[in-house]
């Protein structure tokens, strides 16, 4: 078959286009994953704070985020701030194919069950409960 008779699907400007488009959303589907994510923890950050305190707070994520990272290094990428976690390095990784997107979804819902986990360690159910109220109906 000559170049010209090539069917459009095989043809390289289509291995490219496909090829954009896959990056396209495979990169979507990422930020999305992250987006949820991140408001998440932002959300558990901001509604323990007034409670337990900034300090209290960042070593309690901190803590989560060390006992998450022994089973995934890659949230290593994560930075806890006096703001809350911060996902720019996390985000700078481009690139991930769907194995390492269903990783990342893994790894972060592992940080969040740790964190709540050890909140329930140290300030018992009342203050999970509110959180769990305040959490619930999100999809992860």
Do not use: C
């Not at 994510?37 to 901001?46: A, G, R, V």
């Not at 790894?107 to 329930?120: R, Y």
Request: hydrophobic letters at 45%; aromatic letters at 2%.
């Amino acid at each position: 078959m000559t170049e010209q008779n090539k069917r459009p699907e095989e043809s390289p400007g289509h291995e490219i286009a496909e090829k954009m488009v896959a990056e396209r959303v495979s990169q979507a589907r990422k930020e999305e994953v992250l987006e949820i994510y991140e408001d998440l923890l932002s959300t558990l950050w901001n509604r323990i704070l007034p409670t337990l305190g900034r300090v209290t707070v960042a070593a309690i994520m901190e803590r989560a985020l060390a006992m998450t990272e022994e089973t995934y290094p890659a949230l290593g990428r994560l930075q806890v701030t006096n703001d809350g976690v911060a996902f720019d390095q996390l985000r700078v990784r481009v690139g991930m194919g769907e194995e390492e997107r269903g990783m990342l979804r893994d790894a972060l819902k592992e940080l969040v069950a740790n964190l709540i986990d050890i909140l329930a360690m140290l300030t018992g159910d009342i203050l999970v409960r509110k959180l769990m109220i305040e959490i619930e109906g999100r999809s992860l």
